[in-house]
Each structure stands twice: as C-alpha cells, then as structure tokens.
C-alpha cells in the first residue's frame, strides 16, 4: 500500500516537473503520440474583417525596423502591401509581459521572464471569442506537439528553439486547464496543414522561432523571414478571407526609449488604396484585443482592452 501512495507521488511530480520544463527526445516523441490537436473553424461575419492574424517579431527599436537600409528592405517592401502604424508602443520590457498583455488586457502581475502561472479565474480573449463562436488557435514555431507547456530546444543544434515566455495564452491557468484550449496551442506543422486543409480558425497568433523572430539573431532575419512567410500568404485564398494581419514587434531593444514598435497591417481586409499609407493613433498592444472586441461585438475585460483604440 505505502509503495503504491509513493508511485504515484513520483509520477505526480515528475508529471509537474516535465509539463514546464525542457523535456528529452523520448518524453516529447511519447507524449506526441497522444497530444489532442483540434483545428475548429468558424465564419462569424466581422465589421470590417472576418479573420485576425497576430505575428509577432522580438527586441527592435522603431527607428532601426523603419531606417532604410538594404539589409531590412523586407519590412519597408511589407509596408508597400499594407499601413504602417507610427505610433504604436508596446507595453513593459522584457518580452514575456506584452505577450501575456496581448490576450488579457493586463499583465496580470508577470514581470520578467520566469515560469508564472496566471490564476484560472483570470479570463482572456479566448473567452470572449469562445463565447461569440469565433474560432481560435495558436501557432508557435517549434513546439513539439499541441498544447505542451515547456520550452523546448532544437534537437540537433541545441539552439533555442520555441520559448514559453513567446506564447501569449499559456501562462493562462483559464486556458492550459481545459483541455480543448491546450488543443488549439499548435506548431507551425499545423499551421501548414490547416492551411492546406482550409480549417484556419478566424482568430490566431503566431510566433516564429528564435531565430525567424530575431530574439538570437537580428532585425535582418526577421524581416527576411516575415517577407518569406507572409508573400505566398498574401495570395493564398485559404489564408485570405478578408483577413487582417497585424505584424509588430514584442517590444523595443532598447529599455530607454518609449517601447515604439514598428507594425504593419496587412491583408485583404486592408484597402488597396491605404497601401503605403501610414497610420499615427496611438496603439499598443492591447489595440489588438479593442480590434477584434469591436470588429465581432465581443464585449471586453474591462481591462486595458476597453480604453485602447482599435485599428482603422
Ligand atoms: C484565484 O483567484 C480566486 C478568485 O480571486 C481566489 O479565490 C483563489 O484563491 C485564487 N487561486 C490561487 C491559486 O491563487
Ligand atoms: C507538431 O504538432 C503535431 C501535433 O501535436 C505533431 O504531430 C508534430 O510532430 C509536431 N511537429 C513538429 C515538427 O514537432
Ligand atoms: C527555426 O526554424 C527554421 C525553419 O523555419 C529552422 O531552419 C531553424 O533551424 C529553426 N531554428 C532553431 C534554433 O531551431
Ligand atoms: C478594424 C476595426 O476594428 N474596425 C471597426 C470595428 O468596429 C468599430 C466599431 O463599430 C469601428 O469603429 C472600427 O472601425
């Protein structure tokens, strides 16, 4: 009897240690097997756009996104596709902050990049499109399977790869404890099977890897990955429905200056006729939720998303 009470106490625990930290080539391979995947889709007609795509790049300035230098033309020939937003701030340094701010209103107390974990009773966007019939999911570059908690590193080179800290909704206890939520935390093989399946939901986030994001690169990788992921997009009619995309940085490099990040909204949501056209409200990253709360008549948190103005 005692030695049954001791296994299951040495599970429980080596359940919680490997559900948050970097887990071996054995226990993803396993775990994969299993892991719930779901790919629900919707058509709730929107004001101004039926489809809302977050991509998010990491640490740069506005000024060295927007300087024209050949090294980034990739951003500046995006902005020839869409508006660029001049006066867009991010909310806190470092990054893991205006990740979290962007789907719940607030940064709910998280202040640097450690493991939080936000209580259940917190709600987030997911509720508020939950509740309207609008489909979601994440995609995240490099995690192993849907709906895995830690962080995980390329298995060959060793390098970061997918970082906890780059996805918004996990530190959401309201999310990570309801099992249809975690199934909609996919990776970017499941972005290009959705794609192809055309059952991309009408609301995602997606992050590239630490390197396609700039965090252990540079603004030049990014804008080079960003162009290559986004050009075939721009085209795809199983992406586009009339789909606003918005393209920003998590916040800027230097903690000095005001947190300015360079955004670009794009997609066929977007006019022809504002392409190339600069936007100057004040936005920040709780713009994102005021956008798609007043686009679907979703209701808000009564948090930083009520008072942010929404694009366009
Ligand atoms: C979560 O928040 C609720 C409501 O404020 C509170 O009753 C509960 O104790 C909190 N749980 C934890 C684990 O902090
Ligand atoms: C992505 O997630 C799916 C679903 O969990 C999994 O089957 C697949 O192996 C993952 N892809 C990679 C490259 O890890
Ligand atoms: C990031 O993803 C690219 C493919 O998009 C891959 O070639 C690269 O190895 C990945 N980087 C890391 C550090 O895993
Ligand atoms: C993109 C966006 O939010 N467009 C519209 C959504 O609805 C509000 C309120 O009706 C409009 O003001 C926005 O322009």
């Known amino acids: 009897m005692k030695s049954v009470v001791c296994l299951s106490l040495w599970i429980g625990i080596a359940f919680a240690q490997t559900q948050y930290t970097s887990t071996g080539t054995e226990a993803v391979a396993k775990a994969r097997v299993t892991a719930l995947t779901e790919s629900p889709t919707s058509s709730v007609a929107g004001k101004t756009f039926d489809r809302f795509v977050s991509i998010w790049l990491e640490n740069t300035d506005y000024d060295t996104a927007a300087a024209d230098r050949k090294s980034i033309a990739n951003l500046q020939w995006l902005a020839t596709q869409g508006i660029v937003l001049d006066n867009y701030l991010a909310v806190a340094h470092p990054s893991q902050p205006n990740y979290v701010a962007s789907v719940g209103g607030d940064t709910h107390g998280v202040t640097n990049s450690d493991l939080f974990r936000i209580n259940s009773s917190i709600q987030t966007v997911v509720d508020l499109l939950e509740a309207n019939g ?179």
């Open 134 to 312: 609008v489909s979601w999911s994440e995609y995240q570059e490099g995690l192993p399977y849907s709906g895995f908690q830690g962080d995980y590193i390329n298995q060959n080179t060793g390098a970061n790869d997918y970082v906890r800290k780059h996805n918004p909704l996990v530190s959401y206890d309201s999310v990570t404890s309801n099992v249809d939520r975690l199934a909609k935390i996919k990776n970017f093989t499941m972005f290009e099977t959705d794609l192809n399946d055309n059952k991309l939901p009408q609301w995602m986030f997606i992050t590239p890897n630490m390197t396609n994001d700039g965090h252990d690169s540079s603004v030049t990788v990014a804008a080079q990955w960003a162009r290559s992921f986004l050009t075939p997009l721009l085209s795809n009619s199983n992406f586009m429905k009339n789909t606003l995309v918005l393209l920003t940085f998590d916040e800027s490099e230097d903690y000095a200056n005001n947190n300015r990040v360079y955004s670009i909204l794009l997609g066929d949501a977007v006019a022809a006729s504002s392409h190339g056209t600069t936007d100057s409200t004040a936005y920040s990253h709780y713009s994102q939720m005021a956008t798609v709360e007043n686009n679907w008549s979703l209701g808000n948190l009564g948090l930083n998303d009520a008072t942010a103005s929404a694009f366009f």
